[in-house]
């Protein structure tokens, strides 16, 4: 655990795979639910670009996982002119940064393909606020 002053309280970090995420990914990839899910993950810039996330100008993709390694990987894709995109390239400025651990919005779209839309970076740390809640 990793405690990080935040004004009156403290910011805590903890890996994944305590249970705060809905589903694990396998189950969300499978379910292919429209509805955006709220997720805690690790993410990592990717080069990987397929199905209808193939335009490398229109999307920037990025590789999607939990701290269990036995789970699933996937690809997400954040739309470059997007808040989402420019939150985690902001992150990413530091060039040491290899991954982030932050709290995401996706969507899994239909179809059989192993990705996700990237749509909002909750947080750019593991930890909601008191007064927020997970959707």
Known sequence: VILR????GFLIDWEASV????ASISALLAERSLEPTTMRVLVIPA??????????????SFAIKVEDNTEQRCYAFAHRQSPAFR??????AN???RSVKVTVTLRF???EDPVAEL?????PHWALDPEESPR
Do not use: H, I
């Open 119 to 123: 749509l909002t970076v909750v947080k």
């Open 19 to 22: 249970g705060y995420n809905p």
């Open 87 to 92: 939150d985690l390239a902001k992150l990413f």
């Open 109 to 111: 779209p239909p179809g």
């Open 95 to 97: 060039r040491d940064l």
């Open 47 to 60: 080069t990987y670009y397929n199905y209808q996330f193939s335009d490398r100008k229109q999307f920037q």
């Open 5 to 8: 002053p935040n004004g009156k």
